[in-house]
């Protein structure tokens, strides 16, 4: 394999955030039916986290599945149509796919550590029965909280989606399209986010203005959705669409950034339709 390590030592500035955030934009236009389909059928695979045994192995395949839509978008990018296909397609890689799984094993458990250490000393919130019962989206253990649990509830979630997020943000698309093993990966992407900070700033800033207008029709969505009836089932439609294509803004940021930042993984020639070949440089 040829030497891909990239040279960091040159910072991109604050504009270069928005560009990713344009090129995300006009990314998810170009194929948006089919991958809001790979959306929906990743969202569909990750609602059975609550099955014994399957569950657990669906959490740990969650790396995979990212490059899988990452995959699909570099599909899209090339002037190709993504199937279905490129969302398996990490799982049954070999080498890639083993790489994939472990990072999804250190990710639970950093995750677990993180939000135990978070919740330690609540002793409601480390209750099994009532972790149960909030995990299987019962509202009335919601309700049985004060205000200070639910809050280091939430501070929990938020820091443990931080920490996963941070230390796969990179170690994902250097696996699959850079064939980097799982510890060089993390260094690398790490350093990455650290050195870049700036454009990056610029990019959360730029989502969180467009998840403000997403929240709020959400928020109207769901009021609207109360009403029961056939209107209850096709603005929970709406809402599933609306939140999965901000998803899907999020994979594309991720894979623009990507691509810019360590400028491996191209490719001469489109791709043909429904392209599953990889991508490794």
């Known amino acids: 394999m040829p030497d891909n390590t990239v040279d960091h030592s040159r910072a991109f500035s604050f504009s270069r955030g928005l560009a990713w955030l344009v090129k995300s934009l006009a990314l998810l236009r170009m ?5 809001l389909l ?3 059928f990743m969202q569909v695979i990750l609602g059975l986290t609550q099955l014994p045994l399957i569950g657990m192995l669906i959490i740990v395949s969650v790396p995979a599945l990212s490059a899988g839509v990452l995959e699909a978008l570099d599909v899209t990018s090339r002037g190709g149509r993504p199937g279905l296909n490129l969302l398996f397609k990490p799982l049954t890689s070999g080498t890639h796919s083993g790489r994939l799984f472990l990072m999804g094993l250190l990710v639970f458990v950093i995750g677990i550590l993180s939000i135990s250490l978070m919740l330690s000393g609540s002793e409601i919130l480390l209750d099994p029965d009532m972790v149960s019962r909030i995990e299987k989206g019962d509202i009335d253990a919601l309700t049985e909280l004060d205000q200070g649990a639910l809050g280091k509830m939430i501070m929990a979630f938020l820091v443990g989606i931080s920490v996963s997020g941070t230390l796969s943000y990179f170690t994902i698309p250097l696996i699959w399209f850079g064939d980097r093993r799982l510890g060089p990966a993390l260094v690398e992407g790490i350093k990455a986010l650290v050195v870049h900070w700036k454009p990056f700033l610029m990019l959360a800033l730029g989502l969180l203005l467009i998840s403000i207008p997403v929240i709020v029709v959400t928020t109207f969505l769901i009021g609207m959705a109360a009403s029961g009836g056939l209107i209850s089932g096709i603005v929970m439609a ?34 043909g339709e429904e392209d599953d070949s990889q991508l490794v440089a």
């Open 238 to 271: 709406l809402m599933m669409i609306l939140l999965l294509a901000f998803q899907m803004l999020l994979f594309a940021s991720q894979y623009c950034a990507f691509r810019d930042i360590f400028g491996i993984g191209e490719r001469s020639g489109p791709a």
């Open 38 to 40: 790979i959306a929906v």
């Open 31 to 35: 194929q948006s039916a089919r991958l």
